[in-house]
């Protein structure tokens, strides 16, 4: 059969990856054509434009580069016309693919349109469920709660299972000890409390300078940076000067392996470090304090931020947003999980909830099976 995938940034280009790798599984004579990234072109097929001529985040960074936007949504609807699949996939990425889902349900009415990972239209912008309702015929869910939230507007999804137990599954070095890594990563023996401060440059810079003071309170331990793909040592450089915190890269599941505790910007690395059992404090600076908090009760539609308390429906991590996160709130909070151990047995607990929640790991096989399946 013939795919056409749709995948707008690096995350996606991942995960569309895998379900390439999946599909090819299940079918022999898979054809591909996509737009997405390298770990998709190297599955095999047609690409047809890069998710790096794609990333353009935000309404001035839309407006600035609206050419090249319209170009994108042209070039794209012209290539699945002239590929004829049997099916469209997309992957994330609302305003691009909504756009796109809405072309070939009008235009080309018989090629059914598939979603693989839901934007998260159950945080902010639900308007959108309308158009999921009318242009997407199959919908492939990562997250338990996007099931509920689904029914409740008369919308059947499939939850798949999660990315996140399968990179934790299938990680290397499972076997590796605490002394093994402290050695062969140049660390002392003392307890490691890792710092995850996000992927890009914005955020790491608003959030590391107050995950660092943390390191002057608590000498017993070591703070470990895990230093994010693709940003330059002389970024961290800058922002850790004076400090004696060190970092490491490309070792962010080896270092939560053998992590005491954690501070955690929130985001998918929340979810990863309650996958490795390790008792969190999770916080998201945003720029302009309290007002900024505000403006954002006002345009998020859930009780919580982090994917722990979501899937959760409770909140198991504490979460410092915004003019919440402070040094002495931070130092308050992950007093908490350093030395309480009633705190840190409940929150593992807690964990261990949602792992049965998010189910085996498998979701690429899982979903490329039920694509298949309703295709043949």
Known sequence: MKYFIIAGEAS????????MRELKVKDAKAEFCFLGGDLMAAQGGTLVKHYRDMAFMGIISVVLNLRTVLKNLKDCKHSIQAFQPDVVILVDYPSFNLRIAKFVKTKLKNIPVYY?????????????????????????????????????????VTYVGNPCV????????????????????????????????????????????????????????????????????????ELMTGTTVKIIYNETYNLLQQAHSAVVN?????LETALFRVPQVVVYNIAGGILANIAQSLI???????????????????????????????????????????????????????IALLGEPGTAKHAAEEIYKSLI
């Open 300 to 354: 998020l539609k859930v009780k919580y931020v982090s994917l722990v308390n979501l899937i959760a429906d409770k909140e198991l991590v504490k979460e410092l947003i915004a003019h919440y996160f402070t040094e002495k709130n931070l130092r308050y909070q992950l007093e908490r999980v350093l030395f309480l151990q009633a705190q840190r047995n409940k929150m593992i607990e807690g964990y261990y909830e949602i």
């Open 266 to 270: 929130s985001g998918t690395a929340t």
């Open 116 to 156: 693989y990972i839901s934007p998260k239209i159950w945080a902010w912008k639900e308007y959108r469920i309308k158009s999921i309702k009318k242009y997407i015929d199959k919908m492939y869910t990562i997250l338990p709660f996007e099931t509920p939230f689904y029914k409740k507007h008369n919308f059947e």
């Open 12 to 19: 996606g280009d991942l995960h569309a990856s895998n379900l």
């Open 166 to 237: 399968d990179s934790v599954a299938l990680r290397p070095n499972q076997d590796e000890s605490f002394t093994a890594f402290t050695q062969r990563t140049g660390l002392s023996d003392k307890p490691i409390v890792a710092l995850l401060a996000g992927s890009r440059k914005q955020e790491i810079k608003g959030c590391l300078p107050t995950m660092l003071k943390m390191a002057k309170h608590y000498p017993q331990y070591q703070f470990i940076v895990a230093g994010a793909p693709g940003i330059d040592s002389s970024f961290y450089e």
